[in-house]
C-alpha cells in the first residue's frame, strides 16, 4: 500500500501525479488524445456552439457572460436579454472554449506545464486571476456546480461524438472515450481544489 500524505496534494505536482495513478491516466491515454486531434478539430465548432446553447438557456449559467469579459473590446451587454449566440461577446468567449478544447487533444500531458495550465483553468473561474493577463481585470466568478455541470455536459457530448465517428474502430472508440474521461475528471479536481475547502 502506497502512503500519500494529505498535505502533499496541496502541491499541484503532486496532486496531479496522484490523480493520475489513482484514475490511470497514461502515456497511452495522451497518445489515445493526441490520435483523436484529426477526428475532435472538425466538431469543435459544433461543440462550441451546444456548449454555449446550453449556457443561454439558464439565466444563472447566462448571467457571467453580461459584465465585459477580460480582453473583449466590443459593446459589452447591458442585460441577460441582450445576450444571443450571435453577441460579439460570446462569439469571443467561444473562442476560448474552442482553444481549450484543441488543448485538450494536443498539449504534452508529460509537460508540468501542461497541468499547471489546466489547474489556471479552474483557479480563473473562481474570482482570482489565475492567467497573469487577468491581474488587473475585474473577477470571474463562475459557481463551481455550474463548472462541474458542464464538464459532464462536454464530456457527454465528446463521448458521443466519439462513440457514434462512423471512420473509429471500435478500440480507438474505447481508447479515446476512456482517455478523455480521465483527463476531463482530472479537470473537475484542479476546479474542485480551488473552491471546496477541505
Known amino acids: 500500500m502506497r502512503h500519500i500524505s494529505p498535505s502533499s496534494l496541496n502541491d499541484l505536482t503532486s496532486r496531479v501525479q496522484y490523480l493520475r ?30 456548449v454555449y446553447e446550453k449556457l443561454l438557456s439558464f439565466d444563472i449559467t447566462a448571467k457571467s457572460f453580461v459584465p465585459r469579459q477580460t480582453g ?20 469571443f468567449r467561444k473562442d476560448f472554449l474552442a482553444g481549450y478544447l ?15 495550465y489546466l489547474d489556471k483553468v479552474g483557479l480563473m473561474h473562481t474570482g482570482e486571476a489565475g492567467f497573469s493577463h487577468r491581474k488587473s481585470k475585474p473577477a470571474l466568478r463562475v459557481e463551481y456546480i455550474h463548472c462541474a455541470i458542464l464538464l459532464g455536459y462536454v464530456e457527454d457530448i465528446l463521448v458521443n461524438a466519439v462513440i457514434t465517428h462512423p471512420d473509429l474502430d471500435i478500440d480507438t472508440k474505447n481508447a479515446v472515450t476512456r482517455a478523455a474521461n480521465k483527463v476531463i475528471w482530472i479537470q473537475n479536481d484542479l476546479f474542485a481544489r480551488h473552491y471546496i475547502n477541505e
Open 102 to 116: 484543441v488543448k485538450l487533444v494536443t498539449m504534452d500531458y508529460s509537460k508540468e506545464q501542461s497541468w499547471e
Open 72 to 91: 473583449y473590446e466590443g459593446e459589452a451587454p447591458a442585460k441577460l436579454s441582450e445576450l444571443s449566440m450571435n453577441h460579439p461577446q460570446i462569439k
Open 21 to 50: 495513478e489513482f484514475i490511470g491516466f497514461s502515456e497511452e491515454d495522451a497518445a489515445a488524445l493526441h490520435a483523436a486531434r484529426d477526428v475532435v478539430a472538425p466538431l469543435v465548432p459544433i461543440v462550441v456552439d451546444t
